[in-house]
Structure formats: C-alpha cells, structure tokens
T-cell receptor, first 112, second 115 residues
C-alpha cells in the first residue's frame, strides 16, 4: 500500500518564500511528481524528482530524500497567481502496471 | 493544440441513469487514465489503460466501466449513477506509464452531479 501526507492548507505573503512538504510510504519508489491546480481547473505539471537532491526551475524548486521518504516544493518570490493547490504524487506498483497516486493536496493562499 | 479533451464539462444525472464521459487525446499517448476528485479526498484513480485493448482497475473502480478500442479514446461509463458518484472527473494521458517519469497531462475536467 501507499500513504502520502501533505499539509492541508498554508498561507504566505506576496514576495515571500514558502515550503510545502510531502512525506510518502510506498511499496516501491520510482519518482515523485508535483502538480499545481488552480481552483476549478485541471492539474498542471511542475516537477519530477527521481534522484536525491534539489531540482530548480525558475521560482520553483523541488527536493527529494528517498531514504527519508520526503520531498518539498519551494516557491520563491511568491505572487498572487501562486494561490492554488499543490499536489504531491508518487508511483505505486499495484495493478498490472502500477500507477500514479496523488496526495490530498496543499491549498496555498498568497496574501498581499 | 487540443491535448486531452473531455466532454461534457457539466452534467446532471438522476439516480439510476447511465451515461458516458468522453475522453480523447491527440498526442499519440499510450497511457490514459480516469481520476475523480472530491473535497478532502484528492485525486483518486478509477481506471487506466496502458494501450489500446488493455484496461485495468485503479483505486475506486466500482460503478464504472472503461474500454480502449483506439489509442485516442478512453470513455468512462457510469452504469447506474448514484449520488456518491457526484464528483469532478479528470481524464489524463501520458506518452507511456508514469513509471518512467512521463508527465501526465490532464483534461479540463467534467463536473457531474447525481440527484
């Protein structure tokens, strides 16, 4: 089985930095995804980590520690448009091919 | 740039009715899947397909059927709608299994209400 934990909600100020944590327990591991989802819209891909360490993409960075079952998404220079839910997802080896399993998401509110 | 197209966007059903949510992708992706999203529950996998003619169950398959007769299309059928199936449904596709780190692309969602 698998378990993915993220904080339910977070609040941060425009221009600040925020870190969204994700811990996971899976029967196997083949990488971790982060998705962004604005209210009423589809999730969109942010990042993928399969090796330990930090991956940076502009204002967004994602970190992975496989030994600790831990990842975080770091958002810098927050903008109002970053208000969204952030979904952590890991691959699970159940079924004939396995699948991507999502956490419940962290709703981030950015305030002026 | 159609990507993943879902129809209908909104639907109201009566309990016991059946319906099909359509999903099509024009990216020649082998892997397609259906998720439902409910408040406080996150995205949960209903069914998935790794290629034409192959389907498998996800986490919450009961009450739903799928088929994959072509690479492009992956319809989701509700056999006898129940209020518990009120949800937002997302179809998604990727080049191949996300096992290989392939990005999943989502459709815009279908809001279904069962009364």
């Amino acid at each position: 089985g698998q378990n993915i934990d993220q904080p339910t909600e977070m609040t941060a100020t425009e221009g600040a930095i925020v870190q969204i944590n994700c811990t996971y327990q899976t029967s196997g591991f083949n990488g971790l995804f982060w998705y962004q989802q604005h209210a009423g819209e589809a999730p969109t891909f942010l990042s993928y980590n399969v090796l330990d360490g930090l991956e940076e993409k502009g204002r967004f960075s994602s970190f992975l520690s496989r030994s600790k079952g831990y990842s975080y998404l770091l958002l810098k220079e927050l903008q109002m448009k970053d208000s969204a839910s952030y979904l952590c997802a890991v691959f699970d080896y159940g079924g004939s091919q396995g699948n991507l399993i999502f956490g419940k998401g962290t709703k981030l509110s950015v305030k002026p | 740039n159609a990507g993943v197209t879902q129809t209908p966007k909104f639907q109201v059903l009566k309990t016991g009715q059946s319906m099909t949510l359509q999903c099509a992708q024009d990216m020649n992706h082998e892997y397609m899947s259906w998720y439902r999203q409910d408040p406080g529950m996150g995205l949960r996998l209903i069914h998935y397909s790794v290629g034409a003619g192959i389907t498998d169950q996800g986490e919450v398959p009961n009450g739903y059927n799928v088929s994959r007769s072509t690479t492009e299309d992956f319809p989701l059928r509700l056999l006898s709608a129940a209020p518990s199936q009120t949800s937002v449904y997302f179809c998604a596709s990727s080049y191949s299994s996300p096992l290989s780190g392939n990005t999943i692309y989502f459709g815009e969602g279908s809001w279904l209400t069962v009364v």
